[in-house]
């Protein structure tokens, strides 16, 4: 069974920093993704970014332009976890953020479409203060 446990959310600043945990079971890092969402409340979830590898060695990634040049996603195979790295924190990226799993690499086209992955997590928050 997978399963996806998101952490690291919080209260922060405008202009801070959090980092975001995936931890990952039943699920390895080879020839799959894992990507992250986040949704305010009336609104549909956005994917944000993803990380994908098709032999567990060699990765790559994607970022929606919205956090493009402030997010960073990152794998550690050792610890099954991926990881969200966020910058120069906006009020506008205030929202609940969710890590997903499919068992295939990400393609150019779909890969922030939320149909496409087929486990989640149960989401953390992240409030930024302006």
């Known amino acids: 069974e997978v399963q996806l446990v998101e952490s690291g959310g919080g209260l922060v600043q405008a202009g801070g920093s959090v980092r975001l945990s995936c931890a990952a079971s039943g699920f390895t890092f080879d020839d799959n993704t894992i990507a992250w969402f986040r949704q305010v409340p009336g609104k549909e979830r956005e994917g944000i970014s993803c990380i994908s590898s098709t032999d567990g060695s060699h990765y790559y990634t994607h970022y929606a332009d919205s956090v493009k040049g402030r997010f960073t996603i990152s794998s550690d195979n050792a610890k099954n976890t991926v990881y969200l790295q966020m910058n120069d924190l906006k009020p506008e990226d205030t929202a609940v953020y969710y890590c997903?799993?499919?068992?295939?690499?990400?393609?150019?086209?779909?890969?922030?479409?939320?149909?496409?992955?087929?486990?989640w997590g149960q989401g953390t928050q992240v409030t930024v203060s302006s």
């Open positions: 997903a799993a499919d068992w295939t690499p990400a393609s150019d086209y779909d890969w922030d479409e939320d149909s496409v992955y087929d486990y």
